[in-house]
């Protein structure tokens, strides 16, 4: 009895459960991961941003630049309003005519300009331009102008390098004059920028006025728009970017700052209250234009004319 006893009480394994190999794991865990990629392919480098700003600019539709996806359309009203507009180029689809509408020689402009640009034409009794306009002395005309197609910041940078250049930005902090925004587009583009950023809230956009002050040059002047001033800054320096803004009370002036003879963006701040605290701490030169003359401050965009020139003639 007690052998039995010790027979039902025998183990027959020292093991619990089934056993089971390493699968393999232990074999692969001593095999490398290959070769460390270039830096174009690793997330966060500079050059991976680069690349991936690279591919987003190349995705881009050419100039002009005319819709946005988040805009409404623009109405500009009036004969003579309509008339400029169609003249200096403003980028619209359509315009309206009321019906019945006495022809005088701007009518007459008005109706051969937009022929040949191939615009719509719609006629449309007066109750119903009354309505589109919420009561506006139309005169008769309504333009109607697409949202702007503004470019991501990072585009800015990747067409400068694209074309093996330094990049050569203007940043415009708390400009809410579209007239302003239009004469800074112009003057980028006369010194060869590449493009302006302004801030998405409170801040000009490029409506019709913009565009007739930049007399066309919107065209072929990218315009960027972002969501925080502070944070494309920072991105820019990461890329390797002075960032200079212009302040009365700077500590270095214009003719002294090498820095505009490389990759630099240029903060251009309101007339009255200049820059915004968090912009003027980030950037990296704090820069005054000298003025003989004795005035306080020049207008936004004969500011950045100034500067752009100069760093235009540097870059020479």
């Known amino acids: 009895?007690?052998?039995?006893?010790?027979?039902?009480?025998?183990?027959?394994?020292?093991?619990?459960?089934?056993?089971?190999?390493?699968?393999?794991?232990?074999?692969?865990?001593l095999e490398g991961k290959g070769p460390t990629p270039p830096a174009s392919e690793r997330k966060g480098h500079k050059k991976n941003r680069l690349a991936n700003a690279k591919v987003r600019h190349e995705s881009k539709r050419p100039a002009p630049?005319?819709?946005?996806?988040?805009?409404?359309?623009?109405l500009v009203v009036g004969r003579n309003s309509v008339v400029e507009a169609l003249r200096e180029g403003v980028?619209?689809?359509?315009?309206?005519?009321q019906q019945y509408l006495d022809n005088d020689e701007r009518v007459r402009e008005a109706l051969q300009l937009a022929a040949d640009k191939g615009l719509n034409l719609m006629e449309a009794p007066r109750p119903e331009l009354?309505?589109?306009?919420?009561?506006?002395?139309h005169q008769g005309l309504v333009l109607s102008v697409p949202p702007y197609d503004y470019a991501h910041p990072e585009d800015?940078?990747?067409?400068?390098?694209?074309?093996?250049e330094d990049p050569l930005i203007v940043a415009l902090d708390g400009i809410t004059d579209p007239r302003n925004l239009g004469a800074v587009v112009r003057s980028v583009s006369a010194f060869g920028g590449h493009g302006v950023?302004?801030?998405e809230r409170r801040a000009a956009g490029m409506t019709?006025?913009?565009?007739k002050t930049s007399a066309g040059t919107?065209?072929?002047?990218?315009?960027?728009r972002c969501t925080n001033m502070t944070r494309t800054l920072e991105s820019y320096q990461k890329a390797g970017l002075v960032v200079v803004g212009l302040a009365a009370d700077g500590d270095v002036e214009l003719h002294e700052l090498e820095a505009l003879s490389g990759p630099v963006v240029i903060v251009v701040g309101s007339e009255g209250k200049g820059l915004s605290r968090l912009v003027g701490e980030t950037c990296d030169f704090r820069v005054r234009i000298p003025m003989p003359g004795g005035a306080e401050s020049l207008n936004a965009g004969v500011a950045a004319g100034v500067v752009l020139y100069e760093a235009s003639r540097r870059r020479a």
Do not use: C, H, I
Request: aromatic content about 4%; charged content about 25%; cysteine-free.
């Open 218 to 224: 919107a065209a072929r002047t990218p315009v960027a």
């Open 130 to 137: 009354d309505r589109m306009t919420n009561g506006l002395n």
């Open 156 to 164: 800015l940078v990747a067409a400068a390098f694209d074309g093996a």
């Open 197 to 199: 950023v302004v801030p």
């Open 65 to 74: 630049r005319r819709g946005g996806p988040k805009g409404t359309n623009e």
């Open 208 to 211: 019709a006025s913009a565009w």
């Open 1 to 29: 009895m007690a052998g039995n006893s010790q027979r039902r009480n025998r183990r027959t394994s020292n093991k619990k459960g089934a056993q089971v190999g390493s699968g393999g794991k232990r074999r692969r865990a």
């Open 91 to 97: 980028p619209a689809t359509t315009l309206y005519v």
